[in-house]
């Protein structure tokens, strides 16, 4: 079946821009991820969603980011006011479920979208 | 807080010699350890994880909890094994509260030269 799927693929954007990067998971997938990975700082983690509870916004990295996830299935990560320090590939992931007390489900990766802030 | 280290960012070996990619971690409950393998031009993809205790494409690894270690390891590496491996933390700490978000390595690449 499909994987993960994240539109654009390449994002060039001016310093003070606002950007929306979407993420389509699998399909019946209920926990959805966002992960940044810039260059020498490996993969930090965002937001994650987990079907209708509040969101885990703990590693945005400041009030300029926001995510969204409308009908339980894709989302939309908001970047206000772009600075040059975003510039990085924004990746989405989405597992099947979140087990409580038990093992965590594999997380499947979409491609990313490399976001480019001049 | 969670924490993983790879300390080494560039492992390059001989085709057929053994690998040995390192991951330490920190964390003050019960995790999950995984192994991400990014293939040049491909998603990151799940290699393997420490329950499972199963070898993938000949790769094994092992939680160390004395250690807090969860090195990758393959007896005889091969050319396609060339790929950024990521270490990841997932905690399920009683004080966690955190579900199963990722911690992640900054991640070694590995060169397997002919």
């Known amino acids: 079946g499909a994987g993960v799927s994240q539109s654009p693929s390449n994002k060039v954007t001016e310093k003070g821009k606002d950007v929306e990067l979407r993420c389509d998971p699998i399909s019946g997938h209920t926990a959805l991820y966002w992960y940044r990975q810039s260059l020498g700082q490996g993969l930090e983690f965002l937001i994650y969603f987990q079907g209708n509870s509040a969101p885990d916004k703990s590693g945005l990295p400041s009030d300029r980011f926001s995510a969204e996830r409308t009908g339980g299935s894709v989302s939309t990560l908001t970047i206000q006011r772009t600075q040059q320090e975003d510039s990085a590939v924004y990746l989405c992931?989405?597992?099947?479920?979140?087990?409580?007390?038990?093992?965590?489900?594999?997380?499947?990766f979409g491609p990313g979208t490399r976001l480019t802030v001049l | 807080a969670q924490r993983v280290t790879q300390p080494e960012k560039l492992l390059s070996v001989f085709k057929g010699a053994p690998v040995e990619l390192k991951c330490n971690y920190s964390?003050?409950?019960?995790?999950?350890l995984f192994w991400y393998v990014q293939y040049s031009r491909q998603r990151l993809q799940l290699l393997l994880r420490?329950?499972s205790r199963e070898s993938i494409k000949g790769f094994t690894a092992d939680l160390n909890k004395g250690e807090t270690s969860f090195h990758l390891k393959k007896p005889f590496a091969q050319e396609e094994d060339s790929a950024m491996y990521y270490c990841?933390?997932?905690?399920?700490?009683?004080?966690?509260?955190?579900?199963?978000?990722?911690?992640f390595g900054t991640g070694t690449q590995l060169k397997v030269e002919l």
């Open positions: 964390y003050s409950g019960s995790p999950e």
């Open positions: 990841a933390l997932s905690g399920h700490g009683i004080l966690t509260g955190g579900g199963n978000k990722l911690t």
């Open positions: 420490h329950i």
């Open positions: 992931a989405s597992s099947l479920r979140v087990l409580g007390g038990g093992s965590t489900d594999t997380q499947y």
